[in-house]
């Protein structure tokens, strides 16, 4: 029995939830994954998981066990970077997670920037409008919009950003323009994702206040959500730093400027397991200053 290789399997098994769920996530047959378990419990002599028919339960021994078996792969992992060069030197592949539409427009031109200073970095980019977990999907470096739902990561906030209720000139002067966040109600709304009650959400003077648009267009994308608000289908409301150039420009006029929306903040954030590989300090070293001046430039950002 390869032990090494039994620990990876009980670890998969732990952190998927059950057998079978380790077993896709390791992309192995299932009999093999059970088997495996249960040779490294036969070899310890003592039983680590209680299975039931929909998941798994460690035992107080196999807690223990588990907790040891990823101390001892973190440090595998640290050899093998060392060996690699990769806490000397700048190097190997680096994978980043950014959401798609703020990604492209405000992280990767840097990130193209990082690259040509350092040409023994790889870059692997994952542009992704979903939470991704870092460790299962073996990512370096994640850019996350919003409140940090999951502590275990290390963060570097970069700043805030707030939403701005918009519509095209022509919306505008066809419907009117909403005077207070309840006016809403009388206009079409191209909306971004779901929206129930309360609605959208501003701030004046301390109190809450709610506005719900008409849904004509409910989208999956806050690009095809700006899409309509650029045909002039509705009003919308999106985040300042997708808007910039529109409102700069004038194809799209801000409304409900006297009510302030709620602020979220954004993070870089990575996994810190033993020694941090230089590509990864490097690279957050590079594009943290830079992506702060270029957003505070934009006007979407409140930086620190």
Request: charged share 25%; with cysteine; proline share 6%.
């Amino acid at each position: 029995m390869d032990r090494l290789d039994a620990m990876q399997v009980l670890l998969a098994v732990v952190d998927a939830g059950s057998l079978s769920a380790g077993s896709r996530k390791l992309n192995a047959p299932l009999p093999s994954v059970s088997r495996k378990v249960a040779e490294l419990e036969r070899h310890l002599g003592t039983r680590l998981l209680v299975r039931t028919s929909r998941n798994i339960q460690l035992t107080d021994t196999g807690r223990d066990y588990v907790d040891a078996a990823r101390q001892i792969i973190a440090q595998i992992e640290d050899a093998e970077l060392r060996a690699s060069g990769e806490y000397e030197t700048p190097t190997g592949t680096l994978t980043v997670t950014v959401p798609i539409t703020f990604g492209h427009d405000h992280v990767l031109p840097f990130a193209f920037d990082f690259m040509c200073e350092h040409p023994e970095i790889t870059l692997n980019i994952l542009s992704l409008d979903r939470v991704v977990n870092l460790i299962d999907e073996h990512v370096d470096v994640g850019v996350r919009l919003g409140e940090l739902a999951d502590s275990s990561y290390y963060a570097v906030k970069v700043g805030d950003f707030d939403f701005v209720t918009c519509a095209s000139p022509e919306y505008l002067a066809r419907r009117g323009r909403p005077s207070s966040p309840e006016d809403l109600a009388a206009h079409d709304g191209a909306v971004f994702g779901q929206i129930t009650e309360p609605g959208w959400i501003y701030q004046r003077e301390g109190r809450r206040l709610e506005g719900k648009p008409n849904v004509r267009i409910r989208a999956n994308t806050a690009t095809a959500t700006l899409t309509a608000a650029l045909r002039s289908i509705g009003i919308v409301r999106l985040p300042r730093y997708q808007v910039a150039g529109e409102l700069q420009s004038g194809a799209l006029v801000a409304v409900l400027d006297d009510y302030e929306s709620p602020s979220f903040p954004v993070h870089l954030i990575y996994v810190r397991q033993g020694l941090l590989p230089l590509k990864v300090r490097v690279f957050i070293d590079w594009i943290a200053p830079r992506l702060k001046r270029k957003l505070k430039d934009l006007g979407a950002f409140k930086p620190n």
